[in-house]
């Protein structure tokens, strides 16, 4: 009888291992040999299976992340002259260039020979991602040319200079790290003098540093770096005024304050940041089977073949890498596409990256004070646009809002209100014309002909400014793409011209190709809008009457001419609906789901928090909150329920999560690509088979806390109308009923998952520009918020955001390399803390609090303290604790382990078998092991970062390692699972005759851990569409092993478990024990526990494969990608376990029939109807949704799955 965890298991009788015979040997004196020791029968392996032959994979080995391949720049030609008019031009194209492949099988690919590259300057520290990580502050180069000026210009002294860069970059909140950087900036400098503070004001100084232009402190500035205050003029249309567009009345909003664009292209370019900028765009590919231990370097024949950017055909194997804007397609097409013959033949021909961010956002808690800032970010590396500390945003422009002034204005000149249509044409010309204002004449004449620019490297270079993406909410997206809002118009999508009741068919072949027909700027759109504007101004036709919807309302047009031309909240509107079906089966299953959500342990420092006491009423959510929830939530809803909708409910929460995980990556691939594809198109099958299951079953209503919205807002519109007020004035107490609520999808968020896979291949990952950058950037505009008078505060933000940029880029840079601050003192090491000479018998000794650790260097493997301030006797352990069954073979199973490690034996799951005199060999000096709360481990990621987890035994105590598994099993799973319940580590001498050296005392760190088995009856992976299923091992039967030993150095990174609440608790599996000192009130353990893939972006490829970072880490988990739609293939790239087979085991959730497909099925059968479905759908006929599930084996109500040739109903 096999251990599927939390069952038993049936052994023959074997002997008990005792806790050494309960001799204490002294560290001198060896005892006598014992009798050779009886062989115990193989134990149960800690993956819960019996041991068998066992092929040990080679050992877990951590590589440190390598830096992006370099480039080898060549040398300039010393004063290259311009070429004579009469030399003749080399018009034959550059030739491609390929670097060598780094020791991960990365490898670039530019169109040419690049001039600069920034990734040379890439060291370990700027990979690592962790806080914890001790790394070196980062230092930029000094250009050469400066103005003849002091560094601290334009203050007096470099006293002053300090203290003012301290106010204007710290913090507004003074805090102890604020307190520490006053002291070490600016008092302990070897330039400070108290002398120079005499009469100091601070707004002297500020005014200074605001009369001061930025030439005059750094050579390069020859853009004006100031604000400047316009207003925007808007043509005002009203209904039966008759008169032409240029005659109209006029409107000036006033308050757009704003930066031109060629003077942040210049400031950038010539500022420090300007080291990291990617000038040269290339194509970043990898090469999955590079061995860099035997590198097979081809060099690649002149009359390759290329591409259309004119790049060599993507060998066979190897796959494209999407990450950055400059390695993606569209970079490399607007790179080909400048203009030859405009440009400067001695001039370096580059691009201007521009990525526009925009939202309005509250500047205070309480009040209505708004600001609407453009931000623009350029050609750095989104690693380094994500850090905020990197300030490598630009204010562009603040947005003004139509004023109140403007209904005055409108009565008064037509002598109507302005209407609603009428405010909302407005709001799009206010739009429009301030992006008239930002591409002025200067702007167009630089994109078309390119700008010379002198570079903070002292060249100049021909620089074309080009626009590549614009994140901004729907509400704005629609204002820039000058289309109707959501509401009652057919074609809501600002990219495509789908319709509203197309939406729901996202992922279907059908609308794959409806988005291939985007909307452009083509001359019968621009006629279209001449004609709209022409009849209302010079026709008096209404805005939004019925002549002007009748050539607009097809398309979703509105009569504004373009000046310029990416969910969670498909995630949030399916947990609402799920909440509503919640309360329509039964109200107590709310309460539940609160209740497990409660439980649902953390992870990481902030990847996983602690859920709010009430998720389902969701009091001021955040973005994050919404996707902690789905990325926890299958565990939660299991069993809430009844089948068959358990089952079509935990199916599209996988996909659901599996799809998210797949947009948050940071680093594509081909394959992974190809495999998101796939997935989009299963979730909108789900999506939709959920609709006309489930959501059909159950009548749902709105929320409780929907309920009340409605009402207040109710309430507050009664409140203007005097016929809702009772004789006192007072307005009436509203009531109102529930009203029906279904799962809307055709919106605009569900129809834009069928864009993104094809977004990132076009201008990369998600997060490049998605709101989180702007939302980061909003911090900095609210906290120069708090600065101001709160008067004309526009005005203060943007004074106080040029102070910032002089400060930083011009006047701190300068000084960091003018005067040097005084050599700090390092710290004095605190002693090492002695044992304590009074033995603790206390099991909180095993995760002491006040046990710290520094920051850890990045490649370190792992990290434990090295205190001896508490510890633990390892004789008087198990007799303090005679009947804890978790000790019983605790010193003979720790000597085996240090045994093993001593003479060198790999570590194989088990630990090896020795006689009494061998571990009578092994002296752990004083019998001292020293305990420890966290152990820190480093490891790299499937991105190439440096990331680093915690482990703490009372907080996140478990771990994961690669798996020791039979070859030969086809149900095997890469990892095996564990709860560390101490960390430790001893002093340990060897001796006897299989000592290397007896007189060395080795320092030795360890983990005492409780294993989990493998629940081998439940179908997991994307097959099955389920988590991995994991339980504690029965501490009863000793020949289990539930409690092992771990060299820290096997562990690969923690894991998040989140229990199985379905299945309840139990106390069969281990009696009380010290190995739960970190739930000493529940001595109980979860029957299951389910493993969290979708914890973080690395777990996630962990689980599916294919991760650049992961090469040296685990075998590959499955053998070919998904390709297409075809899920019926036994090796799926996003199943880490194969599929349910003739040899598998039964899964033990299996869908209800619903009166089709019940007859038994095989795989012929299943062939032939997936051939005959593929022959309909060439000759035009579309498979339906019950198709698709039915064809990719998906266990739902309609799903058959096939054991031993039977079909399991």
């Not at 420092?605 to 006491?613: C, G, P, V, W, Y």
């Amino acid at each position: 009888m096999q251990w599927g965890c939390g069952g038993a298991v049936e052994l023959p009788p074997a002997p008990r291992r005792g806790h050494a015979q309960a001799i204490r040997v002294s560290e001198d004196v060896r005892p006598p040999s014992p009798p050779p020791r009886v062989p115990s029968p193989p134990p149960l392996r800690p993956s819960g299976r019996p041991g068998r032959r066992i092929v040990l994979p080679k050992r877990y080995r951590d590589e440190s992340p390598a830096a992006p391949p370099p480039v080898e720049i060549p040398e300039p030609p010393p004063n290259d002259p311009e070429p004579s008019p009469d030399e003749p031009e080399d018009t034959a194209p550059p030739r491609w260039f390929k670097t060598a492949p780094n020791s991960y099988g990365l490898y670039k690919v530019f169109p040419h020979h690049p001039t600069r590259d920034p990734d040379q300057c890439i060291s370990l520290d700027d990979l690592c991602a962790s806080s914890d990580l001790l790394v070196s502050k980062k230092t930029q180069t000094e250009a050469t040319p400066t103005v003849p000026t002091a560094p601290w210009f334009p203050f007096l002294n470099a006293t002053v200079a300090r203290l003012m860069s301290w106010f204007h970059l710290g913090a507004n909140l003074k805090s102890l790290a604020e307190l520490d950087a006053l002291v070490e900036d600016v008092l302990l400098q070897d330039d400070f003098d108290v002398a120079h503070l005499r009469n100091f004001s601070t707004a002297r100084e500020s005014k200074r540093l605001d009369d001061t232009v930025a030439s005059s402190i750094d050579e390069f500035a020859s853009a004006p770096d100031g604000w400047k205050t316009v207003s925007v003029k808007i043509k005002l249309p009203a209904p039966k005024h008759c008169v032409a567009e240029k005659d109209a009345p006029e409107f000036e909003v006033p308050g757009l304050m704003y930066r031109p664009l060629l003077d942040v292209m210049a400031e950038a370019f010539q500022s420090p940041l300007f080291e990291e900028y990617h000038t040269t765009p290339f194509e970043y590919r990898w090469d999955p089977a590079h061995n860099p231990g035997d590198p097979d370097v081809q060099l690649d024949p002149a009359d390759v073949a290329v591409d259309e950017h004119g790049l060599p055909e993507l060998p066979e194997g190897h796959q494209v890498v999407y990450g950055e804007i400059y390695t993606s397609p569209r970079m490399l097409k607007a790179h080909n596409e400048l203009p030859k013959a405009a440009t400067t033949p001695h001039l370096e021909t580059i691009i201007a990256e521009y990525m526009f961010w925009s939202d309005a956002t509250h500047l205070a808690n309480f009040g209505n004070a708004s600001l609407w800032p453009l931000y623009t970010f350029g050609n750095l590396s989104k690693y380094t646009r994500a850090k905020p500390s990197a300030n490598a945003g630009f204010h562009q422009a603040y947005f003004p809002s139509l004023p109140d002034s403007l209904k005055d204005f409108y009565r008064e000149k037509f002598g109507v209100t302005v209407s609603a249509d009428v405010w909302a044409h407005l709001k799009r010309e206010l739009m429009h014309g301030i992006w008239d204002l930002l591409l002025c004449p200067e702007f167009i004449h630089a994109y078309v002909h390119g700008i010379v620019i002198k570079c903070y490297d002292g060249i100049e270079r021909l620089v074309f400014p080009r626009f590549f993406t614009y994140g901004a909410d729907y509400p704005e997206k629609v204002l820039l793409a000058t289309i109707k809002y959501f509401g009652g118009y057919p074609c809501p999508s600002p990219r495509c011209f789908a319709e509203k009741n197309q939406i729901s068919e996202m992922g279907t072949n059908a609308d794959m190709r409806r988005r291939q027909k985007i909307r452009e700027d083509t001359s019968w759109y621009r006629h279209t809008i001449n004609t709209a504007r022409r009849w209302i101004f010079e026709k008096g036709y209404l805005v939004a009457g019925a002549a002007i919807n009748r050539i607009l309302k097809p398309t979703s047009l509105v009569p504004t001419r373009v000046k310029c031309l990416f969910e969670l909240g498909g995630w949030k509107s399916l947990f609402l609906h799920l909440i509503r079906v919640l309360h329509a089966y039964n109200p107590v299953s709310v309460e539940k789901l609160n209740e497990r959500f409660r439980k649902i342990p953390t992870f990481g420092r902030s990847t996983i928090r602690r859920f709010h006491a009430n998720v389902v009423d969701m009091k001021k959510p955040a973005a994050r909150d919404f996707e902690d929830i789905l990325q926890c939530c299958i565990p939660a809803f299991e069993g809430l329920l009844p089948e068959p909708h358990n089952t079509i409910v935990l199916t599209l929460l996988y996909t659901f999560a599996t799809w998210h995980a797949y947009g948050k990556l940071r680093l594509h691939t081909s394959g992974t690509i190809s495999a998101w594809r796939t997935v989009t198109k299963e979730l909108g099958a789900q999506a939709r088979h959920f609709l006309k299951t489930t959501c059909e079953a159950y009548t749902t209503y709105e929320l409780p806390q929907e309920q009340n919205r409605r009402a207040r807002r109710q309430a507050k519109k009664n409140s203007k109308s005097p016929a809702f007020a009772d004789v006192a004035g007072k307005p009436y107490a509203l009531y109102i009923s529930k009203i029906r609520k279904t799962w809307n999808i055709n919106t605009y968020k569900w129809h834009s998952f069928g864009d993104y896979p094809d977004a990132v291949v076009d201008v990369g990952t998600i997060e490049s520009y998605s709101t989180v950058l702007g939302e980061l950037a909003h911090c900095a505009a609210k906290r120069a918020y708090a600065k101001t008078n709160k008067r004309n505060f526009e005005q203060q933000i943007a004074a106080h955001e040029r102070r910032k940029r002089l400060l930083r880029r011009r006047i701190r840079h300068r000084m960091s390399f003018k005067s040097s601050s005084k050599p700090s003192t390092p710290a004095s090491p605190k002693p090492q803390q002695q044992a304590p000479k009074k033995r603790t018998k206390n099991a909180e000794n095993l995760a002491p609090a006040h046990d710290t650790l520094p920051r850890t260097p990045p490649r370190q493997r792992y990290h434990i303290s090295e205190s001896k301030r508490t510890s633990l006797h390892a004789l008087d352990l198990p007799d303090d604790f005679p009947d804890d069954p978790a000790l019983e073979t605790f010193l003979d199973d720790l000597k085996s382990h240090l045994l093993s490690r001593l003479l060198g034996i790999p570590y194989s799951g088990d630990e090896t078998e020795y006689s009494d005199q061998d571990l009578a060999d092994v002296n752990i000096i004083r019998q001292r092991l020293y305990t420890h709360k966290i152990l820190r481990v480093n490891y790299t990621t499937y991105d190439l970062r440096r990331d680093q987890d915690t482990i703490n035994t009372r907080s996140h105590p478990d771990i994961m390692v690669l798996a020791h598994e039979d070859e030969e099993d086809s149900n095997t799973h890469p990892y095996w699972y564990a709860r560390v319940v101490g960390i430790f580590h001893s002093e340990v001498r060897h001796v006897g005759p299989r000592s290397k050296n007896t007189a060395k005392i080795h320092h030795m760190n360890f983990l005492w851990v409780r294993w989990f088995g493998r629940d081998a009856t439940h179908s997991a992976g994307w097959l099955a569409r389920r988590l991995h299923r994991v339980g504690f091992l029965p501490a009863s039967e000793p020949n289990l092993s539930a409690f092992g030993f771990l060299d820290p150095a096997e562990v690969v990174r923690a894991v998040h478990l989140i229990p199985a609440f379905h299945y309840g608790r139990t106390a069969d599996l281990l009696r009380p024990s010290i190995a739960r000192h970190f739930d000493d009130e529940n001595q109980e353990d979860y029957e299951y526990y389910y493993v969290n893939q979708f914890v973080d972006r690395d777990m996630f490829m962990r689980f599916i494969g294919s991760g650049v970072g992961h090469r040296d880490i685990a075998a590959p988990l499955s053998e070919d990608p998904l390709e297409g739609t075809t899920f019926d293939n036994d090796n799926d790239e996003m199943d880490v376990n194969p599929p349910v087979s003739a040899d598998g085991p039964i899964p033990d959730e299996v869908a209800v029939s619903d009166g089709e497909g019940s007859e038994d099925s095989n795989p012929e059968d299943s062939s032939r109807r997936s051939s005959e479905e593929e022959g309909e759908e060439e000759n035009g006929a579309e498979p339906t949704d019950d198709d698709f599930l039915d064809i990719h084996g998906i266990a739902d109500v309609i799903c058959k799955i096939s054991y031993k040739g039977r079909s399991i109903l």
